[in-house]
């Protein structure tokens, strides 16, 4: 069984800016960026119409699945974390003392008005027990690098946090991620392609 992770394209929204849940757009640059992944989908020899596909309901992730996938199911849980306040602010407007606060406790910190790392996960971690767990077939998934993250995680029993330290930089916009899944070990095969 493989698991593909997908992660959105980039948007119309200034770097260093928390975008969590907001309902941002994509960037002018949509169409180059899916043909870009059009080609790595073909080279991976994805099946569509073998395959159950899930998207992040945020327009960023279905509007991608809309250009990827045969069909597909939204899912509320593969939502990226939610920064309450922080939303759609720059990183240089949230108090350093804030920062420090949430890369010092980077599991349990909650963010103002919004979650923490660990409720985030739990979540994430609800939609692999109920649907990965139980599926027979190869599963798509269109999402966010946090919820990427958190799959990743609760599959493979690698530490989320240790996870989003190793891999913050590789999942970027449009990347590829596997996992493959034999008897009931899930294993790694390449992240951010």
Avoid at 4 to 16: F, G, I, K
Avoid at 51 to 66: D, E, G, M, Q, W
Avoid at 155 to 173: M, Q
Wanted: proline share 2%; hydrophobic share 35%; charged share 25%.
């Amino acid at each position: 069984m493989k698991i593909y992770l997908l992660r959105h394209t980039s948007l119309n929204v200034p770097a260093d800016t928390f975008y969590g849940q907001s309902d941002v757009d994509v960037s002018s640059n949509f169409m180059n960026e899916v043909n870009d992944i059009k080609i790595k989908l073909k080279q991976e020899n994805i099946d569509f119409k073998n395959i159950v596909s899930f998207s992040s309901p945020l327009r960023r992730c279905t509007k991608l699945a809309n250009q990827v996938c045969e069909n597909y199911k939204i899912d509320e849980r593969l939502k990226e974390l939610y920064f309450g306040d922080w939303e759609l602010q720059p990183f240089s407007k949230i108090s350093r003392k804030e920062i420090k606060k949430w890369q010092d406790n980077l599991m349990n910190y909650k963010i103002p008005n919004g979650e923490s790392n660990s409720e985030f996960f739990k979540r994430c971690e609800s939609f692999c027990r109920e649907i990965i767990l139980n599926c027979k077939n190869d599963i798509f998934i269109v999402a966010h690098a946090g919820s990427i993250n958190c799959i990743l995680s609760s599959l493979s029993k690698i530490s989320f946090d240790k996870l989003v330290e190793e891999n913050w930089k590789k999942i970027g916009y449009g990347s590829l991620t596997l996992i493959k899944k034999n008897y009931s070990k899930f294993t790694i095969e390449f992240i951010g392609h």
